[in-house]
């Protein structure tokens, strides 16, 4: 039984540090995305994640760049979708395609590096 304390206490200190995992148990109340029937990514998007992986084998640097400014941008749009909804102005519909795109930049920049 402790060890199932244990599992449980860490996974939530696990979801607490990190906050993408927090924003995405905020809006879902669940620590995992979907395995099946998850968000659709724009295919633009997935085009341009696409693109960068190709890149990032001639330009590892520039790749990295433009990861990080797409990352930050995301990541713009998650603070103000959150601030929305504190101000009780919005809702967290988007949060899971946000932080879905945000994990197809991170293995972009990951695969630069």
Do not use: C, H
């Not at 085009?47 to 640097?61: C, G, H, K, N």
């Amino acid at each position: 039984m402790s060890l199932q304390w244990t599992a449980t206490v860490n996974e939530a200190k696990r979801v607490l540090t990190d906050d993408l995992l927090r924003a995405g148990y905020l809006a879902t109340g669940r620590t995992q995305p979907r395995e099946e029937g998850g968000p659709q990514l724009d295919p633009d998007f997935l085009e341009a994640v696409f693109d960068l992986q190709m890149e990032a084998r001639s330009d590892p640097s520039g790749v990295r760049a433009r990861a990080e400014a797409l990352r930050a941008g995301l990541r713009a749009r998650l603070d103000s979708l959150f601030s929305a909804w504190e101000a009780g102005e919005g809702a967290l519909d988007a949060v899971e395609t946000l932080l879905a795109q945000l994990r197809y930049i991170d293995k972009a920049v990951d695969r630069a590096s």
